[in-house]
C-alpha cells in the first residue's frame, strides 16, 4: 500500500474509532446533592448549593480527557402559599461549561443567594429538579441520576422541562454558576476549570 494511503487508512481508523467511543461514551450524573451553606469569610445569609457530582467513565485517546462538557441545571421549588392561596413552583436554570474532564469524578456546582434563600424559605432539595449533559454541542441521554425521584416517567420529564422553559425564563441570572459566586475559590481539587461566558 503506498505511504499515503497507508497514512489515511491510519487517520481514517483514528476517526471511526474515536466515533465509535463518543458513540458508546459514558458521562454519568453520579448524584446531585442540596445543601444550605454559608459564605466564605464570614458573609452574612446562607445560600443554597446544587452540587452536580459527575462520573466520567471514559475518555478517548490520545488526550484522555473530554472536552467541552456543559452541564445544565433546572430547579422547581414548592413555594408556601399565602393564607387563601395556591401553592405554586418557583423554576430556575443555569448552564456551565468545563474547558475539559479526566476520566473520574467531578463536581459542578451552582448557588441560589441568600436573599432568595431567605425569601421564599428554600431549604434542601427542590421539589423537581433536573440536570442535562453535553459534549461539543452534543446532547448526551439522560441517566437513573439525571432527574429527581419525582418524575420517574418520560412523561413526567417532558411536562417539567416544558414547564420550566417557559417558567424559568422570570428568573434568569438567579440560579448561578459557582465561578460567579462568593463560592468561585472554595473547593479548588474538585472544581474543574470554567469556559467563562460572562464576567462575574
Given at each position: 500500500?503506498?505511504?499515503?494511503?497507508?497514512?489515511?487508512?491510519?487517520?481514517?481508523?483514528?476517526?471511526?474509532?474515536?466515533?465509535?467511543?463518543?458513540?458508546?461514551?459514558?458521562?454519568?450524573?453520579?448524584?446531585?446533592?442540596?445543601?444550605?451553606?454559608?459564605?466564605?469569610?464570614?458573609?452574612?445569609?446562607?445560600w443554597?448549593?446544587?452540587?452536580?457530582?459527575l462520573e466520567v467513565k471514559s475518555a478517548p485517546p490520545p488526550a484522555r480527557m473530554?472536552?467541552?462538557?456543559?452541564?445544565?441545571?433546572?430547579?422547581?421549588?414548592?413555594?408556601?402559599?399565602?393564607?387563601?392561596?395556591?401553592?405554586?413552583?418557583?423554576?430556575?436554570?443555569?448552564?456551565?461549561?468545563?474547558?475539559?474532564?479526566?476520566?473520574?469524578?467531578a463536581d459542578v456546582r451552582f448557588y441560589l443567594p441568600p436573599e432568595l434563600v431567605k425569601r421564599d424559605q428554600l431549604h434542601g432539595?427542590?421539589?423537581?429538579?433536573?440536570?442535562?449533559?453535553?459534549v461539543a454541542g452534543r446532547a448526551l441521554a439522560a441517566g437513573h441520576n439525571s432527574y429527581s425521584p419525582a418524575l420517574a416517567s418520560a412523561e413526567a420529564r417532558r411536562n417539567f422541562a416544558a414547564r420550566a422553559s417557559a417558567a424559568a425564563t422570570a428568573n434568569d441570572g438567579l440560579?448561578?454558576?459557582?465561578?460567579?459566586?462568593?463560592?468561585?475559590g472554595e473547593y479548588p481539587r474538585e472544581t474543574p476549570t470554567f469556559v467563562r461566558h460572562e464576567s462575574p
Open positions: 500500500m503506498p505511504r499515503r494511503a497507508s497514512s489515511l487508512a491510519t487517520l481514517c481508523g483514528f476517526f471511526l474509532g474515536a466515533a465509535a467511543w463518543l458513540s458508546a461514551q459514558e458521562i454519568e450524573v453520579a448524584a446531585v446533592r442540596f445543601n444550605n451553606v454559608r459564605a466564605p469569610a464570614g458573609a452574612a445569609g446562607n443554597l448549593e446544587a452540587d452536580v457530582a473530554v472536552s467541552r462538557v456543559q452541564v445544565a441545571l433546572t430547579l422547581a421549588f414548592e413555594l408556601p402559599a399565602a393564607a387563601g392561596a395556591e401553592r405554586r413552583l418557583e423554576h430556575y436554570r443555569a448552564a456551565a461549561e468545563c474547558v475539559a474532564l479526566e476520566a473520574g469524578r432539595e427542590p421539589k423537581y429538579w433536573g440536570v442535562e449533559i453535553a440560579l448561578q454558576p459557582q465561578y460567579l459566586t462568593v463560592f468561585a
